[in-house]
């Protein structure tokens, strides 16, 4: 029996700030993600947003940010407290392993943990970009019907998902 991966989340500290400096996806995957060169410093600087590592038996493997300002993931206002998610990738030496499945589930457990009066999750993800919606469907993520066009890669589905469905 194949052992289950530990595989948590925690906001970006110190101690683990430069090993998640060198992570990274693809070329063809920066279409749907920015570099983390950039993404985290974006985070640190601004005001509601966090961002988070994504650590396997410790070690960073991912990286997203959570925005208390949901507002700035769809250009447009929640009618329940809602958080939005972005900038979530898995290292190219870590996908395709569960992982990200993983990530996304403990991400939505901290959430849940940590703020209790947050109702719904948002994101938005480009039309193309396959292997991304298959994971946040099957974790239960929906699209809302609108097309979101503030992306540089075209346009994303903006999804929602409740935090305790
Ligand atoms: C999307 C991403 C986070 C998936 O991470 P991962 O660890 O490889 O995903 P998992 O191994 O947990 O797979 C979970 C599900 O995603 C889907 N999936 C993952 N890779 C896939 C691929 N290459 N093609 C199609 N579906 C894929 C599958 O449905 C899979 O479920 P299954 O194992 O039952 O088939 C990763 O590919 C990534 O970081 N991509 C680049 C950044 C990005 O696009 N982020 C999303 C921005 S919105």
Do not use: K
Request: proline residues 5%; neutral net charge.
């Amino acid at each position: 029996m194949t052992e289950r991966p530990d595989i948590r989340v925690v906001p970006v500290n110190a101690s683990i700030r430069a090993a998640l400096l060198v992570l990274g996806v693809s070329e063809e995957q920066y279409d749907f993600v920015g570099r983390i060169g950039a993404s985290l410093p974006d985070a640190e600087a601004c005001h509601g947003s966090e961002p988070m590592a994504i650590l396997r038996d410790g070690e960073p493997i991912g990286f997203y940010r959570l925005e208390q300002h949901a507002t700035s993931i769809a250009d447009r206002a929640f009618e329940r407290p809602t958080v939005g998610l972005r900038s979530f990738f898995i290292d190219t030496r870590w996908q395709g392993q569960g992982l990200g499945a993983l990530a996304l589930g403990a991400a939505m457990e901290d959430i849940a943990r940590r703020r209790p009066s947050v109702q719904d999750v948002v994101l938005t993800v480009n039309l193309r970009n396959t292997a991304a919606l298959a994971l946040y469907r099957r974790a239960g993520f929906r699209e809302t019907g609108e097309l979101y066009h503030g992306g540089r890669s075209g346009p994303q589905h903006v999804m929602l998902r409740a935090v305790s469905p």
